[in-house]
């Protein structure tokens, strides 16, 4: 167990809805990470925070937001959802932007946008 | 910007054997962190190892080792002994301590032959 949670575990929409994906990192790590990994395809960085503010940011959508709150829980935001939007959205924490600090990773949300 | 590759897909290997999993990066940095994950059908992110870029020396755990040339910008896997539990996706992770993104390969997928 890796201490950080992802809610919820699946999620199946349809096209042009938005959901929110809901990550907790682990106990006393301040930086939150959010990847989407496609089918058998490998991790995009989307997005980073640190302590509350946005620290890196990757290819991420317009349509696609973030925030971490101040008991640094975060939250992705994914609005008109497209069929390519399926994909697998993973969370990780880490203690701090610490290089050498590895990433925790959560269990990952499975969104399915019919 | 960074990037990182794996050239190979996927690959197999006899039960017992070693494999070694091929990983080339990317930058203009000096200073950098390298890892390896490892992602089972799970789908959970299990990170295998780390190397940083100014030690030298090639880190090991257990049975995981690699071989770091940083001239080369080169970082493979090798996997000792291999076991039906090794398999898996692997990813090779690329982190700069400049703007604190963490890039991944598209990953290998390694089958374990009984």
């Known amino acids: 167990d890796s201490g950080v949670t992802q809610t919820p575990k699946h999620l199946i929409t349809a096209t042009g809805q938005r959901v929110t994906l809901r990550c907790s990192p682990r106990?006393?790590?301040?930086?939150v990470y959010w990847y989407q990994q496609s089918l058998d395809q490998g991790l995009q960085f989307l997005i980073q925070y640190y302590n509350g503010e946005e620290r890196a940011k990757g290819n991420i959508l317009e349509r696609f937001s973030a925030q971490q709150f101040p008991d640094l829980h975060s939250e992705l935001n994914l609005s008109s959802l497209e069929l390519g939007d399926s994909a697998l959205y993973f969370c990780a924490s880490s203690v701090e932007p610490v290089p050498n600090s590895p990433l925790h990773f959560g269990n990952g949300t499975r969104l399915t946008v019919t | 910007a960074q990037t990182v590759t794996q050239s190979q897909p996927e690959m197999s290997v006899q039960e017992a054997e070693t494999v070694t999993l091929s990983c080339t990066y990317d930058t203009s940095e000096s200073d950098y962190y390298l890892f390896w994950y490892k992602q089972p059908p799970s789908r959970q992110m299990i990170l295998v190892i780390r190397q940083e870029a100014y030690k030298q020396q090639n880190a090991t755990e257990n049975r995981f080792s690699v071989n770091f040339q940083k001239a080369a910008k080169s970082f493979s896997l090798k996997i000792s002994d291999s076991q039906l539990g090794d398999a898996a996706m692997y990813f090779c992770?690329?982190?700069?301590?400049?703007?604190?993104?963490?890039?991944f390969g598209k990953g290998t997928r390694l089958h374990i032959l009984p």
């Open positions: 992770a690329y982190r700069s301590p400049a703007d604190d993104k963490i890039i």
């Open positions: 106990s006393g790590d301040l930086s």
